[in-house]
């Protein structure tokens, strides 16, 4: 059996890393709370552990990894935005600002305007027009 003590301790430990950005570490110690969660504290948890991959897929230049977990994550925390969430003590998460913020990331990533692969342009060599360009399979 877990204790209240013990939870308290991984959630305050996994959200101070993810304050000093260690995002990696941050999944690692929320993960270890969320195996021992149930109900709603367990989905919670889970929505906090995928804004700290999403971050860490962003420091990586991972922008499609990172947006699909801010998904995740966002559908996860609204659920719990009406209301703060303990984090120790007299101390809360601020549950709607999280929120807020995690969908503001989302829809920044969003907005860019990120290059996508292309083919590499070839023409047969007794083509004279310029718009007689095809990719080469």
Known sequence: MH?????????SKG?????KQHFFE??????SLWKIQTGPERQFTQGVIQTAAAFH?????????AIKLLHLAAEKLSLFSA???PLEGEIYIDTGTL????????AELEKCS???PFLIPTKRK????????????
């Open 3 to 11: 204790s209240k003590h013990k939870e308290e301790n991984l959630r």
């Open 15 to 19: 959200i101070a890393l993810f304050n």
């Open 26 to 31: 941050c999944h690692e110690v929320l993960e």
């Open 57 to 65: 897929h962003l420091t990586n230049k991972n922008i499609a990894g």
């Open 83 to 85: 209301a703060d969430h």
């Open 99 to 106: 929120v807020t913020l995690v969908r503001k990331c989302l």
């Open 114 to 116: 990120l290059p996508r």
């Open 126 to 137: 007794s083509s004279t027009s310029k718009g007689d360009t095809q990719p080469v399979e």
